[in-house]
């Protein structure tokens, strides 16, 4: 199939457009999504699916266990979470939840895998089992890994994981994904400093916290930019300071906060070793307190190789070699999905979102999902099912 003729082929998708402009319309924030997931639970069971519902929160999954018999068990994973961002895409369909959108394409993601079980459910011409999973809070509340606390993994045993994402910058119709590492890790922490406050005319008799707090992230950057191997890739960056309140007041405390982003382990507890022993540094330096609250957060998302092999076939299948980045170089953003690809292994595929006419950025107030990969995202989900579990199926 020719990557223009999916693009010609709205028509057939208008209800999946529909839908996906009636979730951007009303965006909800993670464990928040109870609109959504409860218009995702009615139209998977007007498909006639098995559905339960509640899973990790508002997680949905939906079970279809094709006609040819028993086979391999495969888990299609999608997102319901907006983000807390005020829209100004100009979109007719604009978020009526001011302050909330969908500024990462989750309602797009939603849409294709509803159109998704509708087909396979009125053809479900495979062997096997296919759980298509929506899940809650992959921004930051860790969704996945609360529908796997939940018993996801005795409910529904799969053999195997996939999940897509649209990327913008990437034609579409072209298709990506790389073996190993694709997003990486992702590690928050929050930082009090403690100093003695003064005044500002008089600075050598306070501890002044932003002086040490300023120090401290200067040395920080220095400091990883020599420790961590630049080849293994690992950042941190300081996205919040906080302090003081007047002209001539040193404050007695700042606060900062911020990220740390790896795709190796060894630079992860490098980037967090470091963070710390800088912390203590600037202590002894400068006579304040750091009370540092590191929290681990998202895994690395590991593509398995075969699992890319079979995705990335499915891909040239669909839209021929010419559209398939096979290779791409990881991102520094992070993915929820790490957490089921750590129980199974699996592949996590990036969709062209568009290149000039959908330029703005994943969560920016300019962006909106591009409903033109609709068709192709959906062929590749269907394509994939027929690959792992279809008659040719030689897994
Ligand atoms: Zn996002
Ligand atoms: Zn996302």
Known sequence: MSVSRLENDQSDYSEAIEWRHDFHAHPELAYQEHRTSDLVAKRLTSFGLDIETGIGGTGVVATLRGRLG????????????ALPILENSGVSYISTNKGCMHACGHDGHAAIMLETARRLAAAPDFAGTVHFIFQPAEENGGGAKAMLDDGFMDRFPCDSFWALHNWPGLPVGTI????GEMTAACDNFDIVVDGFGGHAGLPHLSIDPIAAASQFITNL??????RVNAVEGGLCSVTRFDSG??????PNQARLAGTVRALYEPARALIEDTLKSQAKATEIATGTKFNVDYEVCYPISYNDADATD?????????????????????????EDFAYFLQ?????????????????AKLHTPEYDFNDRLIPVAVQYWLTLVDRLLGSKNDQ
Do not use: K, W
Request: proline share 6%; aromatic share 4%; net charge negative.
């Open 310 to 334: 079979i995705a990335l076939e499915c891909a040239r299948t669909l839209v021929g070699d010419d559209h398939v980045v096979a290779g791409i170089a990881p991102t520094m953003g992070t």
């Open 343 to 359: 129980e199974r292994p699996g592949c996590l595929v990036l969709f062209g979102q568009g290149e000039g006419e959908a330029p």
């Open 245 to 250: 309140s007047a002209y001539n007041v040193v």
């Open 221 to 226: 950057y220095g400091q990883l930019a020599r």
């Open 176 to 179: 990506a994904a790389r073996a």
């Open 70 to 81: 028993d086979g391999p068990t495969v888990g299609l994973r999608t997102e319901l979470d």
